[in-house]
C-alpha cells in the first residue's frame, strides 16, 4: 500500500495494531488501519441431465483451460447472486441454485472458493467475453489434462463421487500448492 484511502498520506506503516495479532497497513497520518481479507470467488457445478458445463477460458490466467463457471463475488450481492451472474457473464447461461455445494479456502493466494451446484434452465448457453467456448460434459468426456485451477479439480472430483452414491454432501477443505512439476503453466 503506497497511499492511505482514507486521507491520501504517503506515511503507511505495516505494524501490528493495539488489541491486534497480525501486523497491518496503518496510515501514520490519520490513525486507519487498513485490513486486507480473502477474496470470496462464487461459482457453479452446472449440470443438465448427466453433464456438467464448463467454460474454456479467454483470459489469462490459465487461458485456453477449462473451468467452472466462476468469479470474485461483488459488493451488495448474495452468494447465490454472485454464482447466478458469474454463470451468465461466463456461459451466458440461466442456473436454478441446487444447493452449496463445495467450500474451498485456499490460504496460500487468499481465496474462498463457495461453489454451487446448479441446475441449468435450458439449453440456450453460449460463451461470454472471458470464455473461448462452452460446452457439455459428461463424466468420461471431461478433459482432465486441461482444467484450469486444483479447485475446479478437487469440485468435480467430489462431485462424480457423488454421483456414484447418490448422495451429494457439503464438501469442505484447504487447497494446498501443488508440487512445481504439477502446475500448469
Not at 501490528?16 to 488501519?33: F, K, N, T, V
Not at 453460449?126 to 463424466?139: C, D, H, I, N
Not at 448422495?167 to 508440487?179: G, K, S
Amino acid at each position: 500500500m503506497n497511499y492511505c484511502s482514507e486521507c491520501g498520506s504517503a506515511k503507511i506503516v505495516h505494524k501490528i495494531p493495539d488489541g491486534d495479532h497480525l501486523p497491518r497497513d496503518i496510515c501514520a497520518s490519520c490513525g486507519a488501519i487498513h485490513y486486507q481479507n480473502p477474496k470470496i470467488i462464487a461459482g457453479c457445478i452446472v449440470e443438465w441431465a448427466d453433464q456438467i458445463l464448463l467454460c474454456r477460458r479467454a483470459i489469462e490466467p490459465r487461458y485456453g483451460l477449462w473451468t467452472l463457471p466462476a468469479g470474485f463475488m461483488e459488493n451488495r450481492e448474495t452468494l447465490q447472486q454472485a454464482a447466478e451472474r458469474e454463470t451468465w457473464e461466463e456461459a451466458q447461461a440461466k442456473v436454478t441454485i441446487v444447493q452449496l455445494y463445495a467450500v474451498f479456502s485456499i490460504p496460500h493466494i487468499s481465496q474462498v472458493y463457495m461453489l454451487f451446484r446448479g441446475q441449468l434452465q435450458s439449453l440456450e448457453f453460449a460463451p461470454g467475453v472471458e470464455s473461448l467456448e462452452v460446452k457439455l460434459f459428461r463424466q468420461t468426456e471431461i478433459p482432465w489434462q486441461t482444467i484450469a485451477f486444483q479447485v475446479v479439480s478437487r469440485a468435480l472430483q467430489h462431485y462424480f463421487a457423488d454421483c456414484r452414491n447418490g448422495h451429494f454432501n457439503l464438501h469442505v477443505e484447504e487447497i494446498r500448492p501443488q508440487a512445481k512439476e504439477e502446475k500448469v503453466d
